[in-house]
Each structure stands twice: as structure tokens, then as C-alpha cells.
């Protein structure tokens, strides 16, 4: 089971049918679909996933911050109808094509301009417009070879070509994933190299005190001494840990192939039952 993908409605390469199909022939049983702070893919990926006996989980990969510094939470299982979440999401995708003109501005500055519809062009079916599809167009006018290379000199949160844009506070997260009756799990909390932002006092407060549920503990980005960390964590604190790939199709190094990590079948039952437990969206 591998519970955290991304489609052609953020910044995945895939539709979200043509990724359930390409999660059923990579030998996948259970998929959940986590966009970037939208439910929009939601309706075509569970029908794909339906029409190929593929098990399949709603999520959400909202967009947050902790003193300023950006972290992701998964919400899975949450009413799309909430209006407290679904209002936060408009948000948050409003302040993500609110940053286009300055990041172009920006970009402009360095010497690589380019418009919006140069990155419109990449961003087609996307509901949450993010930088990989501003990459994309800087890749198409030869500015940079990939993604990769777009992010590591200029797109990455210390890179000159940065710009900011609204999240929202982690510990509010939590409370609107749980109030629209899912499952808070943060994503990768250790994925920057050699910076943790989180610490792990930091993560027992949000256990504690804030109703986290669960920690992204297996994840491409995650080294196996990080892992263990996490693991041990979640053994005391009794949160649910799961594992994924975060894929991107194309989009992501080859790290991040469908099911490059995985959710433990026992720990993705209590993830199922604890949505059900709440009144949240199971299937
Ligand atoms: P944004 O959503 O606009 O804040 O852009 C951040 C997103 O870009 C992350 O959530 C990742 O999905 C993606 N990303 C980050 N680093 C890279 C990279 N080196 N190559 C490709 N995509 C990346
Ligand atoms: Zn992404
Ligand atoms: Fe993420
Ligand atoms: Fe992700």
C-alpha cells in the first residue's frame, strides 16, 4: 500500500486515472491520492482505482508552515464538503497563483523570463499550481535540464529565485483535517538533508497536545537512521506510521517510483479504521 501519490491536478505527470493504472500494473493492492491542497482529483482517481479492484484512499497534502518554515500534512479520509477545510484549501491555492507574477518577476531579474502562459501550458489540469510547473517551463525555454536542476539552483526555499506564499500554521491544519473528520499524518517531517525544522520534543507536542496522528516514517527522502528515529517515536506515542512514495510521475528522480515505500498492512487498517471511527470517507 503506498498512501501518498500525486496527479496531473498538482504537480504529478499522471492523470489521476492514468496513475491508478500505473499503481494497479506496479503491483499495488491500496492507493491514496494526496494532491497538493486540493480534493479535485478525488472523483476520477476513486473511479479508476473502482473499475481496476484497486483499494483507495482519499488524501490531501496540505500545505503548512512552522515558524515560517514549510511543512506537509496528509489528511486522509476528510469530508470534501467541510467548509472550514475546504475554505483553508481555497486559500492556500489562492496564494499559490498569487505568487506567480512575483515569482516570475523574480525569475526575470535572474535572466530567465518567461510569462504566464509559458507556465500555464504545463499546469493545465492542475487545480494547485506550484514550482514544478514554473520548472517545467524553465526547462522547455532551456533555462535548466529538469526539475531537478530548476529546484537545486534557483526554486528551492534558500535558492535566489524563491518567493514566498501562505500556508497554514501546522497545529491549525491538524484541527481543520480532524474537524472535517480524517486522519492527520505530517509528510516527510525530516525530508530537508541535515535540517530537521521538527524537532522530536516538537513532534511529541504535536502528538500530545495538538492530535497529530500518524508520521510519514518511510519516505524516499528519509535516511534509515531518520527512519528508526521516527519509528521509535511513533512506538511511543502510539501514532500511526506509514510509508510512501510521494510520487510525481516523471515529475521525481527515480527514487520516488510508485511503491518505492511502503505502509505496513496492520498499520493501514488502523488508518482505515480510525477514519471510520470518525465519520470520515473510507473507499
Ligand atoms: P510548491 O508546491 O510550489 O511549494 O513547490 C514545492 C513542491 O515541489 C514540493 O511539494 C515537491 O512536490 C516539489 N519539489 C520539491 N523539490 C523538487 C525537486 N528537486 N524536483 C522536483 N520537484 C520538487
Ligand atoms: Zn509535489
Ligand atoms: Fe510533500
Ligand atoms: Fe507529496
Known sequence: MDLHLHSTVSDGTDAPA??????KAAGLDAVALTDHDTFDGLEQGRAA?????????????????VGGHSVHLLGYGCRVDDPALAGELDAVRDGRFGRLPRLLRRLAELG???????????????SSL???HVADAMVAKGYV?????AFGRWLADDKPGYV??????????????????????LAHPWSKRGRHDLSERYLRELAREHGLDGIEVDHPDHLPAE???????VDELRLVATGSSDY???????????????????MYRRLVELIGARGGVVG
Request: aromatic residues 4%.
Open 49 to 65: 482505482a473502482s473499475a481496476l479492484g484497486l483499494e483507495f484512499l482519499a488524501g490531501v497534502e496540505m500545505s503548512a508552515e
Open 112 to 126: 530567465m523570463p518567461l510569462t504566464e502562459a509559458d507556465v500555464a501550458v504545463f499546469a493545465e489540469d492542475a
Open 164 to 185: 514566498p506564499r501562505y500556508a497554514t500554521p501546522l497545529v491549525r491544519a491538524i484541527e481543520l483535517v480532524r474537524g472535517a473528520s480524517g486522519v492527520a499524518v
Open 145 to 149: 535540464r529538469d526539475r531537478d536542476e
Open 227 to 233: 527512519r528508526a528515529i521516527l519509528r521509535g517515536l
Open 130 to 132: 506550484g514550482r514544478p
Open 248 to 266: 510525481h510521475g516523471t515529475g521525481k528522480k527515480a527514487g520516488y517510483a510508485l511503491g518505492a515505500c511502503l505502509t505496513d498492512p496492520d
Open 18 to 23: 492514468a496513475l491508478m493504472a500505473a499503481a
